[in-house]
């Protein structure tokens, strides 16, 4: 395949300032193409919804074992600092996602607990760039956490409860 030269150049610019090889790039990227894609059209599903918050779950999981890796070495290298912010880009796209979902829409606390969620990712992502110290991002996780935990909570229980609901009549 021709790409036009300034973007072939602009491509392995960026894949060289994140490490990777220009191949390596275009499949990350076509992978996230496919990947809002498919979630694009199932958001809106149950199965969407299902989806959205196991990958919030793993991504949640993610972030917290990346910090905690980068927090035993001291300093977050450069690399490690732009696995973490995608990480926290996925988690938002993630959060945003299912904020727009019939289900959230349809349970105002639930819908409250997705608003906090963004508003926890969006503080973890600004204490990590800004170098703040480890107690004050630890705190953070921690309240990511529970805001996810309480998320995942209401949803499922809505969920099945509507899932029983339908099924019985």
């Known amino acids: 395949m021709r790409l036009d030269p300034v973007l072939k150049g602009g491509l392995e610019a960026y894949a060289l300032a994140k490490g990777l090889s220009v191949s390596q790039l275009v499949r ?67 959060a945003v996602r299912l904020a727009q979902s019939e289900s959230a829409a349809k349970n105002v606390s639930a819908c409250i607990d997705v608003m906090c969620l963004v508003s926890a990712v969006s503080r973890i992502a600004l204490s990590i760039l800004s170098g703040d110290d480890r107690p004050g991002i630890e705190r953070l996780m921690d309240e990511l956490k529970k805001t996810s935990e309480s998320i995942q909570a209401r949803l499922r229980a809505r969920e099945s409860g509507t899932t029983a609901n339908t099924g019985g009549s």
């Open 28 to 94: 990350r990227v076509l992978m996230d193409f496919a990947h809002e894609v498919a979630s694009s059209q199932l958001y809106s599903t149950q199965e969407g919804v299902e989806y959205t918050l196991d990958r919030i779950k793993v991504l949640v999981g993610t972030l917290e074992v990346q910090w905690y890796s980068a927090a035993v070495t001291g300093i977050p290298t450069q690399k490690q600092g732009g696995e973490l912010y995608d990480t926290v880009l996925a988690l938002l796209k993630e």
